[in-house]
């Protein structure tokens, strides 16, 4: 069975509190019923109704919780978008790699001692300086 597809003009029209289409990785979510419920409240969903909505889901960072809430309200795809099979994966991280402020603490590590070996060549600089003048 052929998923249904819908064009963004025909999403765009569905932008009122009373009938609220919005776009999510390619996929439509009808949430108009949900309008009331949304704990973010209505006035985010209107912000993004009629469009795509996921960078402004993705920044909010919903639990997995809302996202498999979601699902409920799906009732198609873009028209023309890739199938979901065919999406581009984020890479997922190796254990082998750093974890990010990991990373940071190294190098911020010669960060503090840059200054510190400033201090030292400069005083060892001038106890040079100011021992070859005397003599």
């Known amino acids: 069975?052929?998923?249904t597809t819908y064009t963004l003009e025909e999403i765009k029209k569905h932008n009122s509190l009373s009938d609220l289409w919005l776009i999510y990785n390619n996929d439509v979510y009808d949430v108009t019923k949900f309008v009331e419920d949304h704990p973010g409240g209505e006035e985010v969903l209107k912000g993004t109704a009629g469009k795509d909505s996921t960078?402004?889901?993705?920044d909010v960072g919903h639990s997995d919780s809302a996202k498999s809430k979601m699902k409920q309200f799906r009732i198609g795809r873009v028209a023309g978008a890739p199938p979901r099979s065919e999406e581009v994966k984020k890479p997922k991280a190796t254990k082998s790699a750093a974890p990010v402020s990991q990373v940071r603490q190294q190098n911020q590590g010669?960060?503090?001692k840059a200054p510190i070996i400033f201090i030292i060549v400069a005083l060892i600089a001038y106890y040079l300086a100011t021992g070859?003048?005397?003599?």
């Open 132 to 135: 070859q003048s005397t003599a």
């Open 55 to 58: 960078q402004e889901f993705d």
């Open 110 to 112: 010669m960060g503090m």
């Open 1 to 3: 069975m052929a998923e």
